[in-house]
Nanobody, 116 residues
Framework: QVQLVESGGGSVQPGGSLRLSCAAS????????MGWYRQAPGKQRDLVTT???????NYADSVKGRFTISVDNAKNTVYLQMNSLKPGDTAVYYC??????????WGQGTQVTVSS
């Protein structure tokens, strides 16, 4: 069983930056895509960004140009660099991994709060 552990969340003022990390407990064999989702209070969990095993990325329109996803395969870690943060980015951020045989893993979530 793979465990995903997020870190790097916290509180920041509007316009600030945070970098989230998601470390997998071991190499995810057959990894197809990894990504970040977020869930604000009272709302559904939404896609933020994904990156495929081939390096192709996809971003929600609301974060394009501000957020960047990257992967360090040697460390089994995926990152989310978040710049120009807005109050609307406040949410619990979840790491996700999917494999070619339809296995799916989630992290426990990390809180990001953007407030003045």
């Amino acid at each position: 069983q793979v465990q995903l552990v997020e870190s790097g969340g916290g509180s920041v003022q509007p316009g600030g930056s945070l970098r989230l990390s998601c470390a997998a407990s071991r190499t995810i064999f057959g990894r197809r895509v990894m990504g970040w989702y977020r869930q604000a209070p009272g709302k559904q969990r939404d896609l933020v960004t994904t990156i495929t095993s081939g390096g192709f990325t996809n971003y929600a329109d609301s974060v394009k140009g501000r957020f960047t996803i990257s992967v360090d395969n040697a460390k089994n870690t995926v990152y989310l660099q978040m710049n120009s943060l807005k109050p609307g980015d406040t949410a619990v951020y979840y790491c996700n991994a999917q494999t070619t045989w339809a296995a799916e893993y989630w992290g426990q979530g990390t809180q990001v709060t953007v407030s003045s």
